[in-house]
Every structure is written in structure tokens, then in C-alpha cells.
């Protein structure tokens, strides 16, 4: 491997670390600001807050399809990462309702084009061969940002105000875009990134409608949305378990959860990418098998100190789940060309699962129990665990560029 594509790996590295926290903009401190601050109602705060996540479900397909197309996804990356820092800018500089409206669509649409332009750019630099290792640590450098943005998030609130953390986001936002200087946009193979051959070989596309009818694309998307539903609702009904059971404020709990999983996601995708090339299946068997467990270790006990333990799972499960993911759509789309529109779609449907995962658990909840929420909430990640063992293959095929 040359300097200059050490130097463009270095920038991929930098780019993950400050992304990290810039593609959900201000997230969770919205919320915040917008009642303590601004003196919102609970109702308006809950339809802006969740018109981020609907724009980015919607737009996320064809994102990917336009991710495959557009040869420098540099571009793609940087205008993305700078329309998120205004949008945040817009909330701070006008928080009114319109204003907090268009700069939520604005965020939820520029986030989308992040995830799928970062996974072209690593296969367009490494190549099938050194997918695994490559995708581990840019998981690494991913969960090692969130959990250092989270704290230095968290002390700028507590010192400086919540506006600083608006400032924060945006100058991380510039940070990604400085970062992008680093890589070589020529050494980014195209082919290869949009999941094709590299410009060595014949390119060999394939319609994107023979991507969306395999059968093993089928089953593992199903699997994902089903983990996915199974996944979303479990930490926010833990902290209205833990409040309602012990009459304190679960926030700082809430913090050590996000925390503690983040933490647990480092080492855990340094393992996985290690891991993977002995095969995917048993490892997303591992990913699904600790969720129901999780699930079931909830109903145990309210306890807060028992609650943050068990969330170790979400991070080890998590932690599996997003360098094999991206690997298993990789093998899928081999010399199809359309990489990103494969991964655009499975996120698309994994975001509608996790979206329906809310309002299903806290119904359950809210007319049985918490337990009952949690054992359903189980059960549905028992059923992705069955359909993955009875149905899917094993898609490694050591023999690869």
C-alpha cells in the first residue's frame, strides 16, 4: 500500500470519528431545547423530533441508487455533512416552528446520503479483499466518536448551554469536510464502489430488480426489519420501566446505557471484522441470539444498575450487526453495481421496522405491562434468530478481489 492511499485511509478514519455524531444533527438534545428553552409542548416536540427519521426513510433508497451513480462521493459526503450544520445552524439562529420543520427535513434528507457514501468509499478503496478489516474499523472509529461527542455533548450542556452543543455540531460538520481533503478521489476505485468489478475487470451490472427479488436478499432484509422492530423500543421502555418502578430520573442512566453500548461496540466490530472471514451466518446468529436474551433479562428486575448492565447486549449485538450487515449486502451484490441502492433499501426497511417497533412495545405496555412489552419484544427477535438459521446462507466467498 502506497503513502498516498494511507493517507486516503487516515481521512476515512477522521471522517467516521467526526461523522459520528454529525449525521444526527443535535439528536436527543432537541428534544431538550425545545422544551426548556423554547417552552414547546410535548406534542409538537414529538412530530418534529420524528420528521427527521420519516425523511430519511423516505429518501434513503434512492439515495442509495444515486450514491451508485455519482462518482465522487466525496462531494457527496461533504455537501451532506455542511447542509446538516446549517440545518442545526436554522434552529439556533430562528427555533420557530416552520423554521424547526424545514431544518429537520433538511437534516433527516442529508443524513441518509452519509452511511451509503462511507460504505462506497471504503470498498472503492480496499476492495473485496480487505472489506472485513476495513468495515470493523470504521465501525471502531464510528462508536469511538459517538461515545466522545456524547461526553463533550454532555459538558458543553452542563457548563455552556445547550446552544453550545448547536456550535459543537456544526464545527464538526467543518471538521468532516476538512477531513475529506486527506482522501484521493482517484484513488477510489468507481466500479468497485458501486459494488461492480474494479476498473481491471469487465464491469458486469446487473438490472437492480435481480437484487431485489434474490431470495437471500429477501430473507436477510427480513431478518434485519424483524431485529430492527424487535431492537428500537427496548431502551426507551427500560428508562420508562426504570421511572415508573422507582420514581427517579432515568436520564443519567439513560446517558450510561448509550454510553456503556458505545463502548462495548468498539472492541466488539475489532472482533467481528477479525471474525468474518470464518463466515457471516454464525455471527448475525450471535447478533439476533443476544437480543431475545436482553429482552428476557429486562423482565428480571426495574433495578437501574441491572437495567444499564444488560444493555452490554445492545452493544455487543449492535456492534456484530453493523460491520456484518454491510459485508453481507457486499457479498450479495457482487458484480451487480448496485451496492448502495441494496443498502439504501435494506435501511429503508429496517427504519420502517424500528419506527413501528415504538408504538408497538409502549401500546403493549400500556395496557398489560412492561414485562409483556418486553417478552413480545422477544419473541419477534426469536423469530429474526429462526428465519436466519432455517433460511439463510452462508454468502462468504473467500475467493474474492
Known amino acids: 500500500m502506497g503513502v498516498s492511499k494511507s493517507r486516503s485511509l487516515r481521512g476515512l478514519d477522521f471522517i467516521n470519528f467526526t461523522l459520528a455524531d454529525v449525521r444526527d444533527g443535535i ?41 451508485d451513480r455519482f462518482k465522487n462521493k466525496k462531494i457527496i459526503v461533504g455537501t451532506a455533512s455542511l447542509l446538516i450544520g446549517a440545518g442545526t445552524l436554522l434552529i439556533l439562529l430562528k427555533p420557530g416552528y416552520t423554521v424547526v420543520v424545514a431544518s429537520q427535513v433538511i437534516v433527516g434528507i442529508a443524513a441518509t446520503f452519509i452511511a451509503p457514501s462511507i460504505a462506497a468509499m471504503t470498498l472503492g478503496l480496499v476492495g473485496y479483499k480487505k472489506l472485513e478489516q476495513r468495515t470493523g474499523r470504521n465501525e471502531m472509529f464510528n462508536h469511538s466518536g459517538n461515545v466522545t461527542s456524547a461526553v463533550i455533548s454532555g459538558l458543553i450542556g452542563y457548563y455552556l448551554g445547550l446552544q453550545g452543543i448547536f456550535i459543537f455540531t456544526l464545527l464538526l460538520s467543518f471538521a468532516s469536510v476538512f477531513f475529506l481533503r486527506f482522501i484521493d478521489n482517484e484513488e477510489i476505485d468507481y466500479q468497485l464502489s458501486r459494488g461492480s468489478y474494479s476498473k481491471d475487470k469487465a464491469p458486469g451490472l446487473k438490472s437492480s430488480l435481480n437484487i431485489i427479488s434474490n431470495r437471500l436478499f429477501i430473507v436477510f432484509t427480513t431478518c434485519c426489519v424483524l431485529y430492527h422492530f424487535a431492537n428500537a423500543a427496548m431502551l426507551p421502555l427500560a428508562g420508562q420501566y426504570i421511572v415508573s418502578a422507582n420514581k427517579v430520573d432515568a436520564s443519567v442512566y439513560m446517558s450510561a446505557c448509550i454510553v456503556l453500548a458505545q463502548l462495548v461496540m468498539v472492541p466488539t466490530a475489532a472482533w467481528c471484522s477479525h471474525k468474518s472471514t470464518s463466515g457471516r451466518k454464525w455471527l448475525m446468529l450471535v447478533c439476533f441470539a443476544a437480543l431475545p436474551v436482553r429482552g428476557l433479562l429486562y423482565t428480571l428486575s426495574p433495578n437501574p444498575y441491572f437495567i444499564t448492565s444488560v444493555q452490554v447486549l445492545d452493544g455487543f449485538s449492535a456492534g456484530i450487526f453493523g460491520v456484518v450487515s454491510i459485508l453481507i449486502v457486499a457479498d450479495l451484490t457482487k458484480g451487480s453495481g448496485h451496492f448502495n441502492l441494496a443498502n ?58
Do not use: R
Request: proline content about 3%; charged content about 5%.
Open 344 to 401: 439504501g433499501i435494506l435501511i429503508t426497511a429496517v427504519g420502517l421496522g424500528a419506527s413501528l417497533s415504538n408504538v408497538a412495545g409502549g401500546y403493549i405496555a400500556n395496557m398489560f405491562s412492561f414485562k409483556y412489552a418486553f417478552l413480545f419484544l422477544s419473541a419477534v427477535a426469536a423469530l429474526a434468530f429462526i428465519i436466519c438459521l432455517l433460511f439463510m446462507k452462508e454468502t462468504y466467498e473467500p475467493d474474492t478481489q
Open 27 to 67: 439528536g436527543p438534545f432537541l428534544g431538550i431545547y425545545l422544551l426548556s428553552s423554547q417552552h414547546w409542548n410535548l406534542k409538537d416536540i414529538g412530530l418534529v423530533t420524528s420528521i427527521a427519521t420519516f425523511a430519511g426513510v423516505v429518501i434513503q433508497t434512492p439515495a442509495g441508487a444515486f450514491t
